[in-house]
């Protein structure tokens, strides 16, 4: 079993720009680009829980229960695995040498499997192993930046709470990307 991932390294830039969004939703001034960029953050944040998916890099720290869980991997798409840590018969904290493992990245499909010939270390019972990984998309989909977009300047042009049970264009766009549907 998969724990929620802990953001170690929060985004560094975002799958759509302001100025992309103000083009979408035809602002021309500046007054509010602090509400931008705050709805930029929270349209993200919003579709990467919608879809399961990650749509910019960041890195994750992730726990679960065994090695068995790794056929499954909680987080896609990954970029790269930055080390696997577990907790081995004798209560001491080992590190996974990469010589062991490969990630195996197949768009949202994202599994770390064993090289040929190695063998998956024991842990002690009841430990938890974690996986540091960076996750997301180096170049967005251009299907996900449409529906950011249209989410939004939706979200710009109606500040107020909406009715959230519609099919929208926004889920339409997205439901390609979704792990957890």
């Not at 024991?122 to 930046?145: E, L, N």
């Not at 939706?154 to 792990?179: I, P, Q, V």
Request: hydrophobic content about 45%; glycine content about 4%.
């Amino acid at each position: 079993m998969w724990y929620p991932a802990t953001i170690t390294v929060a985004a560094s830039s975002e799958p759509v720009s302001a100025a992309e969004v103000k083009a979408q939703a035809e602002i021309d001034f500046t007054d509010d680009d602090t509400l931008i960029t705050m709805l930029i953050a929270g349209a993200r944040a919003f579709a990467e829980k919608y879809c399961g998916t990650r749509f910019a890099t960041q890195t994750i720290s992730v726990k679960c229960d065994c090695f068995a869980d790794f056929a499954k991997f909680a987080e896609a798409p990954v970029q790269s695995v930055t080390s696997i840590s577990y907790v081995d018969t004798d209560g001491a904290t080992q590190t996974l040498a990469t010589s062991v493992y490969e990630l195996r990245n197949d768009g949202l499909e994202v599994s770390i499997a064993l090289k040929y010939g190695q063998v998956w270390p024991a842990t002690q019972i009841g430990s938890r192993i974690t996986v540091v990984a960076v996750v997301g998309y180096a170049t967005v989909p251009d299907d996900v930046k449409r529906a950011l977009l249209l989410y939004i300047a939706g979200g710009y042009a109606n500040r107020e709470n909406m009715k959230d049970s519609d099919w929208t264009a926004f889920d339409s766009l997205l439901c390609n990307h979704r792990r957890n549907a």
